[in-house]
């Protein structure tokens, strides 16, 4: 199994051996624990818990405390959950680094987006406005019309408004990992990752790549 928990510090570039940069987002990875394996006979479902990030114990409640002493494990902040497939096993209580990726991977990164806050159309889905010109005073940025008149004389569910932007679970597909960095705990993959610096992420593999590899039989 390949996957992580880690924090994105920010964003920058490397340099290739032909001296190309490479813009880069350096992820905090690690390290992570097992927390808990949960199986098909017992759960209904085959999946693993990982926990990151150490703090105080008195910033955990007493159900996360105990659940993290039954594999004698440290007070952890974040604890997130991933499907195992069929064919990957794990045990409780194992410490996961950084160093199980490589220079070449392909990964999934899943975060939450930044905020925006209420929106309107043109921002929040890149609608085009109004005129600008032939006596047009307060429409530059309106959506117009939202749907007929008498019939079906409604709004359909899922019209395109204005609202609430961002601060959703985002998937960055298919990023390739451009640096491992052990003695550091840092991830440096290839382009931009969903959420603010600081945010929390989860690094996976690929999910199309990996598929396309088990195709191939490989």
Known sequence: ?????????????IF??????????????????????????RDGYRSVQLGFEEVKPQRLSGGEKGHLALNDLPPLRHLRELRLRQDEDIEEGRRILVDIFEVGDQVDIVGISKGRGFAGV????????????????????????IGAGSSPGRVWKGQRMPGRMGGVRVTAQDLR??????ARNLLAVHGSVPGARGGLVMVKQARKSGELARQRGE
Do not use: N, W
């Open 177 to 182: 990992v451009e640096m491992v960095d052990p």
């Open 1 to 13: 199994m390949k996957a992580i928990l880690g924090k994105k510090a920010g964003m920058t570039q």
């Open 16 to 41: 290739d051996e032909h001296g190309e940069a490479i813009p880069v987002t350096l992820i905090e990875a690690g390290p992570c624990y097992v927390t808990q394996v949960k199986t098909i006979e």
């Open 122 to 145: 043109v921002k929040r889905y890149g609608f085009k406005g109004g005129p600008k010109t032939h006596g047009q005073s307060d429409r530059l940025r309106a959506p117009g019309s």
